[in-house]
T-cell receptor, first 111, second 109 residues
Framework: SQTIHQWPATLVQPVGSPLSLECTVEGTSNPNLYWYRQAAGRGLQLLFYSVGIGQISSEVPQNLSASRPQDRQFILSSKKLLLSDSGFYLC??????????FGPGTRLTVT | DAKTTQPPSMDCAEGRAANLPCNHSTISGNEYVYWYRQIHSQGPQYIIHGLKNNETNEMASLIITEDRKSSTLILPHATLRDTAVYYCIVRTTGNQFYFGTGTSLTVIP
């Protein structure tokens, strides 16, 4: 069966510090992968999606970037965090019917 | 650009059917409707999806109107564990999902 992992679960970072969030998927190959952000009390905002290694599409211009160095690994990064980057970050992969399966999420607080 | 409209909140008595409506009046002919739910502090969970026929699985039923401009998610016997935010989403031809703010369903004992 397929599983999706995200780490860390929670993170507190100062403004201006770098960020690296990792997502890995097991039990499937060549999945479409997605990064979302959810601000407190809000809906999910699609940040990036990837259809293959090295292929990244950005939905929202911002100080975040994404990379997919391996088939089942998706990384979200920032060189300098802003206060507005605080939120709940979710990684997802999509199945045969394009339904998406989400990881447990990383709760990021920028102070 | 969520392309869907949902009531912000609903209540349902435990054991009764919960009927969650969604309007998607601008849906295109080949766009699917998906439903997810999100329990507090967790990632969203896929529930069901459909194109134009009604669908049923172990979690819920999805009723799509004939003109496809709206749909209803039915939880036949709501339990307290069904308390969550429910998202109705139209999948774009680019295979991306745009989540709105959903409907916050509270199941009342």
């Amino acid at each position: 069966s397929q599983t999706i992992h995200q780490w860390p679960a929670t993170l507190v970072q100062p403004v201006g510090s770098p960020l690296s969030l990792e997502c890995t998927v097991e039990g499937t190959s060549n999945p479409n992968l997605y990064w979302y952000r959810q601000a407190a009390g809000r809906g999910l905002q699609l940040l990036f999606y990837s259809v293959g290694i090295g292929q990244i599409s950005s939905e929202v211009p911002q100080n975040l970037s994404a990379s997919r160095p391996q088939d089942r690994q998706f990384i979200l990064s920032s060189k300098k965090l802003l206060l507005s980057d605080s939120g709940f970050y979710l990684c997802a992969w999509s199945g045969l019917n394009y339904e998406q399966y989400f990881g447990p999420g990383t709760r990021l607080t920028v102070t | 650009d969520a392309k869907t409209t949902q009531p912000p909140s609903m209540d349902c008595a435990e054991g009764r059917a919960a009927n969650l409506p969604c309007n998607h009046s601008t849906i295109s002919g080949n766009e699917y409707v998906y439903w997810y739910r999100q329990i507090h502090s967790q990632g969203p969970q896929y529930i069901i999806h459909g194109l134009k026929n009604n669908e049923t699985n172990e979690m819920a039923s999805l009723i799509i109107t004939e003109d496809r401009k709206s749909s209803t998610l039915i939880l036949p016997h709501a339990t307290l564990r069904d308390t969550a935010v429910y998202y109705c989403i139209v999948r774009t031809t680019g295979n991306q999902f745009y989540f709105g703010t959903g409907t916050s369903l509270t199941v009342i004992p």
